[in-house]
């Protein structure tokens, strides 16, 4: 990404939330979500570059709610990279047969947001993180639907990854290898929400898959 001014945007829902603050108190701005840890490590090793981390993550939001505020929570930002982690609101509302779910805008919605970003903002890198889920909690009820819909916005989000040129950071397969170390619970505490060892996990995976590739902050 060369010497230019970093401005990393990290979207999402509850996951990348994290709890963060809505004013300018910079100790809580990012949440403690994997983001925080991202942004910890890459402004120590960047300090002298003063790299900027901004979180917009919103609990419950789906992909078509970023899209409603993609203006002022993402245009306007002017990031140089923005990182997705999106959809597994989408599969809970279908999954609990709430009104918003009756029909499935993942994939229509994902892609429209990627086009006009790319559109917009064409020097801007773009991250997409895989959507997981593992089998306790909210999930184990309905665990097969809950599988099969989420290999499938795997499946769109890794495609989506090649049609519009973005780094595509896979995190099912460790969440599912490191459960051979502990329980899903101890992970993802409710099937789909991760704990403190979740979000480090996020972190890794995402530092190591973005650091060594076209997208590396430098």
């Known amino acids: 990404m060369g010497d230019k001014k970093h401005i990393v945007l990290f979207q999402g829902d509850s996951i990348t939330d994290g709890a963060r603050s809505r004013n300018q108190d910079p100790s809580h701005l990012l949440g403690d979500s994997y983001a925080f840890t991202i942004a910890g490590k890459l ?18 939001d789906r992909v078509s709610d970023l899209y409603a505020r993609w203006n002022e929570d993402a245009i306007s930002l002017q990031p140089s990279l923005i990182s997705f982690l999106i959809g597994v609101n989408d599969a809970w509302r279908s999954m609990s047969n709430e009104p918003s779910g009756i029909t499935d805008r993942f994939e229509r919605a ?4 990627l086009a006009e970003t790319k559109e917009v903002l064409p020097e801007t890198g773009l991250v997409i993180c895989e959507p997981f889920i593992l089998n306790t909690g ?3 009820e309905k665990w097969d639907a809950w ?25 099912q397969k460790p969440f599912n290898e490191a459960c051979e170390r502990q329980e899903p619970s101890y992970w993802l505490w409710d099937g789909v929400h991760p704990t403190p060892a979740g979000h480090e996990l996020i972190a890794r995976e995402w530092l190591n898959v973005v650091q060594n590739s076209k997208l590396a902050i430098r």
């Open 43 to 60: 402004s120590y090793e960047l300090a002298e570059k003063n790299p900027q981390f901004i979180n917009r993550g919103v609990s419950g």
């Open 110 to 113: 994902y892609r429209h947001l």
């Open 138 to 140: 909210s999930t184990a």
């Open 147 to 171: 599988k099969m819909r989420l290999e499938q916005y795997q499946d769109i989000a890794g495609n989506l990854s090649e049609e519009f040129g973005a780094v595509f950071v896979p995190l």
